[in-house]
């Protein structure tokens, strides 16, 4: 209502009301010199929470005081008098839109904060893919509940509502299954935490990259290329997947190589040991605390095969040190005359038949190659 002395002055009444709006944004505007003041102290005093919980009230505190302002100011010009109930129960129903806004950014902020305090106790990473789809069903849950008390503040019952969206959401679900399995799938990553994001991961059909987001639909994964794949939640959880990051960075790797049949076996092990131990005392990207392992593995083609096993860092790392393993083992192989052969194959020819053959067979190869020029040279002078 507006004071006596404004009534019957379309004018008056009018800047009253506006009068009053400006007072109630004045007074919106203290209250958020206040709270910021608030949150300055606190910060001083290293509280993590609170200055976030504070910092979530900003836009609904302000939000809630201009609009009852802007309610009270219109309630109060005489003009629009029959309106004045709708203004009334449209107060209330500011308030419980408004507080359900608040709750639902207070509740955000107070589950980011025990999900991360709950990492820290169990010094982990805390998922910020977990933490996000947790604060996406709370919000939804949240306005939902305060949708519903809304209606029913309003004179809308809400038990057909709450039936109908039963049977519809029954129809809805059928019809949209593939989405509802991808979110599930969804759901059911995060919760696992079968991958998490900043993970590099490797599909069982070939495509590997690091995780870069982890959504409600679909899991975006960056390749090496620079480039993002788009995989639905639903193959990503049905597919079998190798985790590089898990149970930690560090990854084994193996250098494969192969020395003559005429080569000191003892001492090309010692060899390639002292390469490889140089190679992890100088890199950054090797494993110190890891023994390198040496082995043969076969007697092959050309070479006796063997290998080195040794760990990096994470799987970036692991191309680097395998690189330099592979050029020191090259060079120091060649100081120490260390030969390394070209894949070799003999072939013979069936030039006899009979015991020839078997006579020449059994011919030291010197005498084989000389035995062939005399056959020449005797086929020329006949």
């Not at 049949?261 to 040991?273: G, N, T």
């Not at 393993?325 to 120490?336: P, Q, S, T, V």
């Amino acid at each position: 209502m507006s004071p006596q002395f404004v009534q019957g002055s379309v004018l008056w009444e009018t800047l009253w009301a506006i009068g009053i709006l400006v007072v109630f944004g004045l007074g919106a505007w203290l209250v958020l010199l206040g709270i910021r003041f608030a949150e300055r102290r606190i910060k001083r005093r290293r509280h993590k929470v609170l200055p976030q919980l504070l910092e979530s009230f900003y836009q609904p505190i302000f939000l809630f005081i201009v609009i009852e302002g802007l309610l009270l100011a219109l309630s109060s010009v005489s003009y629009l008098l029959t309106w004045r109930p709708y203004f009334a129960k449209a107060s209330v129903a500011v308030v419980f839109i408004v507080g359900t806004y608040a709750v639902a950014r207070s509740l955000g902020v107070l589950l980011e904060w025990y999900m991360g305090s709950r990492a820290v106790r169990r010094k982990v990473a805390a998922d910020q893919g977990l933490i996000r789809f947790l604060r996406r069903v709370t919000t939804i849950i949240i306005y939902a509940i305060g949708l519903l008390i809304l209606l029913d503040y309003l004179g809308i019952s809400i038990t057909p509502i709450v039936a109908g969206l039963g049977i519809g959401g029954l129809a809805v679900a059928l019809a949209l299954q593939p989405l509802l399995g991808n979110f599930f799938a969804g759901t059911q990553i995060v919760s696992d935490r079968v991958v998490q994001v900043g993970d590099y991961i490797e599909m069982d059909n070939g495509t590997r990259g690091y995780i870069s987001d982890i959504g409600w639909r679909s899991t975006r994964i960056r390749t090496v290329y620079n480039n993002l794949v788009i995989i639905p939640n639903s193959r990503l959880a049905d597919s079998i997947v190798t985790n590089y990051q898990n149970p930690s960075t560090a990854m084994g790797i193996t250098v494969n190589a192969g020395v003559s049949y005429s080569s000191d076996l003892v001492h090309v092990e010692r060899v390639a040991l002292e390469v490889v131990r140089e190679v992890i005392a100088e890199m950054d990207v090797a494993v110190k605390e890891f023994e390198p392992i040496f082995r043969y593995e076969q007697f092959g083609d050309s070479n006796i095969d063997f290998w080195v096993w040794v760990q990096a860092v994470d799987r970036l790392g692991s191309f680097l040190l395998r690189s330099e393993i592979i050029k020191r083992l090259h060079a120091r192989f060649r100081k120490e005359g260390i030969t390394i052969n070209y894949p070799a194959r003999y072939v013979t020819f069936d030039r006899f038949s009979g015991t020839e053959y078997l006579r020449y067979a059994e011919m030291p190869p010197r005498l084989q190659s000389g035995e062939s020029k005399r056959g020449e040279e005797g086929n020329e002078e006949k």
